[in-house]
């Protein structure tokens, strides 16, 4: 039997309230650490439970950082990337509204590992509550001796700030993250540097996810071995999935890493609407749809790369079969062109033509050519822009036209959506 | 504008070490507290901050979540990002279109609603979703719409 720990507190009324954490042995994590654990103890820990990071690209969070350099003379600081924005996605929010005290206790760990004295915690203004929860959570935290000055009675000095986002997916890269802290348009940059050497001021720098902080005291509380006995050897752990589309039980589920997909979404979320799955988008909107026929892949880094997918922020998107493949391909690529930062040609240009294409097919007025010139451009913005963002669109765009390109041609030959 | 702001601000500052950060969340505070942000506040900032105005206006320019425009007194962003489009969100644009009789981007004659679509509100597991100004309205369907539109126009009434 799979224990929650994520999700655990969340039905208990009050569970935001430092008070209701405590209760539920909050914060004695934070305090086996600071009194037990030198930073580099508390590393190999981290390297050891093999968690791997929970914002997309699934980077081992203990190397990431170990990559932090010692003594340079400068502060280094510590980031929370709760710019959740990617389209399916809503597991960080429901951790800063219901339990943002299990958040903050992971940064402070991490910011121990670190030696970081400052954190920034980036958060979409959109998420109102959530940044009210989280504001809310470090007064109290302040005012228990959490936060500031000697933490605990120890050495150990940490303050943590809120940086509230003003509507850009982009932030949630996080060289743009930090141009945006430091008060640029979010525009990404190459890497090398990477941010742990020379990121946030020039100053070294580690970037986590709200749930990957929201893991550790929990590691430390149940031991490394906990963790690895749960989900697959490469990248174990507790999981959360977010469940939407057309599928009956929409919701947030806690289950282990590299559950099947088939049965996560017939099992758990009660299989779709229509009673027939046509495909499912596995990792939010830039994760490449996986057709009906593939679904027994497991949900973790690995299984669902080999799959040519991935498993990104793990929103599971269901489409069942009343659901329109070129529209949803359509209404992907507007997503991508609107919120492409503009600095690289291939993506800004590139999703705006294909953009084009789209929604002359969706309207019915494709024409036989169509296809191969999606193709094209999908060809031609793949792996030729900085950041990630136009690799998304051109491989979650490239999926749609490899296991539907029947519902492409019927657009064509129909001159009108057959759905709608 | 920025006058009985001044002790927030000052907070703003003491959180980072550069001034060009206390941009965004001054940007933040002075939209929440007079609204849009026109006339002169992008050059009272700067100044504040002692920062070059096109520094401002680099960043009210890029982030969607800064009016430069006036908008009416409810907000409408309603998400048809790929969950609330399965869930039908593009009959409740239709609903509201129609209800308040404006195209998506415009705003009332009489200033009192602006109807925008905007990308994934976080929310996709009650889709279809709208926010009016700070507060989430989810599993939106025709008559939970009209309720509240009809909730929102009595509240100006009265």
């Known amino acids: ?252 589920y806690e289950l282990p890493m590299g559950i099947s997909l088939r049965e996560l979404v017939e099992n758990h979320a009660g299989g779709a609407r229509s009673g027939t799955i046509k495909a499912v988008i596995p990792g939010g909107v830039s994760a490449p749809m996986i057709p009906e026929c593939d679904l027994d892949v497991g949900m973790d880094f690995d299984s669902l790369a080999a799959a040519g997918s991935m498993l990104g922020s793990a929103g599971v998107i269901v489409l069942d079969d009343a659901a329109c493949v070129v529209r949803v391909a359509m209404c992907t690529m507007d997503f991508f062109n609107e919120e492409s930062c503009g600095k690289c040609t291939p993506c800004r240009e590139g999703n705006d033509w294909a953009s084009k294409v789209l929604h002359r097919l969706e309207a019915g007025a494709g024409r036989r050519e169509d296809i191969d010139q999606l193709e094209f451009l999908c060809e031609g913005i793949f792996g030729n822009s900085f950041c990630a963002l136009g690799d998304a669109a051109a491989w979650s765009l490239g999926a749609a036209l490899k296991h539907f390109r029947g519902e492409f041609e019927r657009h064509i030959d129909e001159g009108k959506c057959p759905f709608h | 504008m920025l006058t009985g702001l001044e002790e927030q601000i000052d907070i703003i500052k003491s959180r980072y070490p550069t001034r060009r950060s206390a941009i965004m969340p001054t940007l933040a505070l002075a939209q929440a507290s007079e609204g849009p942000l026109r006339g002169n506040i992008l050059k009272e900032i700067a100044e504040v901050l002692d920062v070059p105005e096109i520094w401002v206006f680099e960043i009210a320019s890029f982030y969607t979540m800064f009016h430069t425009e006036p908008v009416g007194k409810f907000h409408i962003k309603l998400c048809t990002n790929v969950s609330c489009l399965l869930c039908e969100a593009s009959q409740i644009r239709e609903q509201l279109e129609d209800r308040l009789q404006i195209s998506t981007g415009e705003t009332t004659a009489d200033g009192l609603f602006t109807l925008s679509t905007v990308e994934c509100l976080g929310s996709c597991d009650t889709a279809p979703v709208m926010m009016v100004n700070r507060d989430y309205h989810e599993n939106l369907n025709a008559k939970r719409v009209e309720d509240l539109l009809s909730q929102l126009m009595l509240q100006v009434k009265d």
């Not at chain 1, 020039?202 to 929990?218: D, K, M, S, Y």
């Not at chain 1, 006995?229 to 990248?235: E, F, K, Q, T």
Request: charged fraction near 25%; aromatic fraction near 10%.
């Open chain 1, 1 to 252: 039997m799979f224990d929650k720990v994520l999700l655990k507190n969340m039905e208990t009324p009050g569970s935001h309230l430092i008070t209701s954490y405590e209760a539920h042995g909050g914060y004695e994590s934070l305090a086996k650490v600071l009194k037990g654990y030198s930073p580099g103890d508390l590393i190999e820990l981290v390297k050891d439970a093999n968690l791997k990071g929970r914002g997309g690209a699934g980077f081992p969070t203990g190397l990431k950082w170990s990559f932090v350099p010692k003594d340079t003379g400068k502060p280094v600081y510590l980031c929370c990337n709760a710019d959740e924005s990617e389209p399916g996605t809503f597991k960080d929010r429901a951790l800063m509204e219901k339990d943002p005290h299990m958040m903050i206790e992971g940064m402070l760990i991490a910011a121990y590992a670190i030696g970081a004295e400052i954190s920034y915690i980036y958060i979409r203004g959109e998420y109102t509550l959530s940044i009210e929860r989280v504001e809310e959570a470090l007064k109290q935290a302040y005012a228990k001796g959490l936060l500031g000055k000697n933490i605990l009675s120890t050495d150990f000095s940490h303050d943590i700030y809120v940086h509230l986002g003003a509507g850009a997916y982009i932030c949630g890269e996080e060289t743009a993250l930090l141009e945006s802290i430091e008060g640029r348009r979010a525009q990404p940059k190459l890497k090398p540097p990477f941010p742990a050497v020379a990121g946030l001021y020039e100053c070294p720098t580690v970037i986590n996810n709200v749930e990957t902080f929201a893991c550790l005291p929990h590691i430390i509380e149940r031991g490394v071995e906990w963790f690895r006995g749960i989900g697959p050897d490469a990248s174990p752990g507790p999981k959360l999935y977010c469940l939407s589309g057309r599928v009956r039980k929409p919701g947030l």
